[in-house]
């Protein structure tokens, strides 16, 4: 904790998560990472959308905003685009980011917006109380899917580089340190960055599949991480049931408000009004 | 020197979000709202304002709300069915004390309905749209000018009393051209939200003064505060405690309530003798006022009463003004939605309810015939 203590809502603690859940972990990587680059606390803002994941805005010193089901992007277009100098960091879960809040993700990353997008996801909607999501995988057991999962999961990552998304990375609560890392480098991507955060929920999800504790959830994610830069020398039967970590991808783009201030300066009337 | 010059209510809409400081625009497209958005797209960008068109209703009304946390004056417009997409949002400006203003330039319903035709349908839905209890402030001007200066109006009660306000505007209005003077920009008055003045360490976002009202800091400012739309303390943090919810809704409408006679806005005409009172509102008024005048030619006391404040509802203005008459007709471009309101503060038997909702206009001998019969004329 030390280091990052600075950043928390002391009063608002202790927090709601479960035992065993890993979005704290999630949450402490995400401090260190602004604790890294040294953003100025005034100038940062955290947005959440609604769940768990969500919380963790409360629980921070910065002017934060925890607004409504999936529309956690939808707030911070407006905050960076009215005010472009603040730091804007984005915090939601896999449903509220990839179900009700879809349609916002596919265009804050197609406007190429410049917020750091962390999606802590942990497969399943956990707040209220384990119903599937878009990233819950096939077959799994949700309790609106008690008979097994028929949908596909969405790849958060495919996802976002496909709508334009100019920096996008995985990692786990298992990998902090590189959690840590990922989002340092999200948040110095002039752009829209999204890092896809896997964290376990064992109540929700690990106790209906069969997971185990929480500890079994991590070793599981330590088992089934493979670091990108291995990704080449392996064949494709080896990744199977594995996930990529890593920076996954990052392209150069026109970034959103800088266009604008570009747009401003194009027309802006001398001597203003 | 102000010069005169043609306008329609949508253009005077947007002109007088200039004039009360507006910088920031998210929206939608939607008929017959678009030209609020149109005109603002140009003007904006040449003072330094924002424009952003985004991906659907419910995006515009989360970017006006993150815009206006940051200190930005910040207006969105749709119509009907946009408006019913944004009314959880809406709520949220309520619950999160964002003040903003939502344009709504009615059009026929239910559902897509008939999006060129002119209406008040949605009446109720500025009301009791979003879920729970608030109060709500909506205003619905009459004519190009009143648009304008409502306009100015809606982000001055936005800016004082921390909240979102509706302007509701029908289609005869926002699309109607006519000639206005506007007044020179130093001549309009411009109320700003109150900032905090104390140390940022004191700073509660929520802990109101004594008009119900807490100072607003601008975030970047380093006042760090949290906003949610869950029940929360004068910090801002999420409480379940019940006391603490019923002092927060109850502050949600009492702080509108005790501004009652500051926010409501009216205008008599003939009324000080009438027999046969008409209330109207929005475009209606306008073959009201030519009924009312009609009336009074055939030897009717007849008058006109036009509520421009349409929520908080001035019932007290409606009970004095309808006191001596005999008969009070209400015509509305809708089945009925805000004679129903009048008949709390109007004893019902007095009470004349003209509805359309086929997406044209009254006339004014549709207002006349009933006036005269009432009035015992022929």
């Not at chain 1, 707040?127 to 995988?137: A, C």
């Not at chain 2, 409408?253 to 806005?265: M, P, S, Y």
């Not at chain 2, 086929?358 to 006349?368: A, C, K, Q, S, T």
Request: aromatic share 8%; net charge neutral.
């Amino acid at each position: 904790m030390a280091g990052i203590e600075k950043y928390l809502r002391k009063s608002a603690l202790p927090h709601i998560w479960c035992p065993g859940c890993g979005n704290g972990i999630l949450l402490a990587a995400i401090l260190r990472a602004i604790d890294k680059l040294g953003l100025d606390q005034k100038k940062t803002v955290i947005v959440s959308g609604i769940g768990c994941s969500s919380r963790a805005s409360g629980y921070m010193n910065f002017n934060t905003v925890h607004t409504a089901h999936g529309r956690a992007l939808t707030f911070a277009t407006g905050i960076k685009l009215a005010k472009p100098e603040l730091n804007v960091i984005v915090l939601t879960g896999d449903g509220d980011s990839t179900a009700i809040g879809g349609n916002h993700f596919i265009h804050a990353a197609r406007r190429n917006v410049d917020l750091t997008t962390v999606i802590f996801n942990n497969n399943i909607y956990g707040m209220t109380g384990g119903q599937y999501s878009p990233l819950t995988p096939m077959n799994a057991k949700a309790t609106t899917a008690p008979f097994g999962h028929i949908e596909r999961s969405f790849d958060i990552a495919a996802l976002a580089i496909a709508a334009g998304a100019t920096y996008v990375a995985r990692g786990t609560a298992f990998h902090a340190q590189l959690l840590t890392d990922l989002v340092v480098k999200g948040i110095e991507n002039k752009g829209f960055s999204v890092i896809d955060a896997i964290t376990q929920c064992p109540i929700s999800y690990g106790r209906k599949n069969k997971m185990g504790t929480a500890a079994d959830m991590l070793a599981w994610q330590r088992d089934s991480a493979v670091m990108v830069q291995a990704v080449s020398k392996m064949k494709p039967e080896d990744l199977e049931g594995k996930f990529v970590i890593g920076e996954l991808y990052r392209s150069v783009a026109p970034e959103y408000t800088a266009e604008y201030d570009k747009l401003i300066a194009r027309v802006a009337k001398k001597g203003g009004k | 020197m102000a010069k005169a010059q043609l306008m329609q209510g949508n253009q005077a809409c947007a002109v007088g979000a200039l004039a009360a400081g507006v910088t920031f625009f998210a929206g939608y497209p939607i008929t017959p709202s678009t030209e609020v958005a149109e005109i603002l797209a140009e003007m904006l960008p040449k003072f330094g304002g924002k424009f952003i068109q985004m991906e659907d209703e419910i995006a515009s009304m989360g970017a006006v709300c993150g815009a206006a946390l940051t200190g930005a004056k910040a207006i969105t417009a749709t119509s009907g069915p946009g408006f019913s997409l944004k009314q959880e949002l809406i709520g949220y400006a309520s619950m999160a004390e964002i003040p903003c203003v939502i344009v709504n330039v009615q059009r026929l319903g239910p559902s897509t309905g008939k999006p060129t035709s002119p209406a008040q349908g949605d009446v109720m839905q500025a009301r009791w749209g979003s879920h729970g209890d608030r109060g709500v402030i909506a205003l619905s001007p009459t004519s190009v000018r009143e648009t304008f200066d409502i306009t100015v109006k809606a982000f001055n009660f936005a800016e004082k009393f921390r909240t979102p306000v509706i302007l509701l505007l029908d289609e005869v209005v926002g699309h109607m051209r006519e000639t206005v003077v506007l007044p020179e920009s130093g001549d309009v008055e411009v109320i700003d939200r109150k900032r905090p003045a104390g140390p940022p360490e004191d700073y509660q976002a929520f802990k109101p003064e004594a008009d119900g009202v807490a100072p607003m800091a601008d975030f970047g400012e380093g006042y760090y505060y949290h906003v949610t739309g869950l029940v929360h303390d004068y910090k801002g943090m999420p409480s379940q405690n019940n006391a603490l919810t019923t002092e927060l809704i109850d502050r949600l409408h009492t702080k509108i309530e005790r501004a009652r006679d500051e926010i409501t806005i009216y205008h008599q005409d003939y009324t000080d003798d009438a027999e046969v009172l008409v209330i109207a509102y929005g475009g209606t008024t306008r073959a009201a006022i030519a009924a009312v005048k009609e009336a009074r030619a055939k030897g009717v006391k007849a008058g006109l009463l036009t509520l421009v404040t349409i929520w908080p509802f001035p019932g007290e203005v409606v009970a004095k003004a309808a006191a001596k008459a005999k008969t009070v007709i209400v015509p509305e471009l809708n089945y009925g939605q805000l004679v129903g309101e009048i008949e709390r503060y109007v004893p019902r038997e007095k009470v004349v309810s003209l509805t359309r909702y086929d997406g044209e206009l009254f006339r004014p001998e549709e207002i006349l015939n009933p006036i005269i019969t009432a009035g015992g004329g022929k």
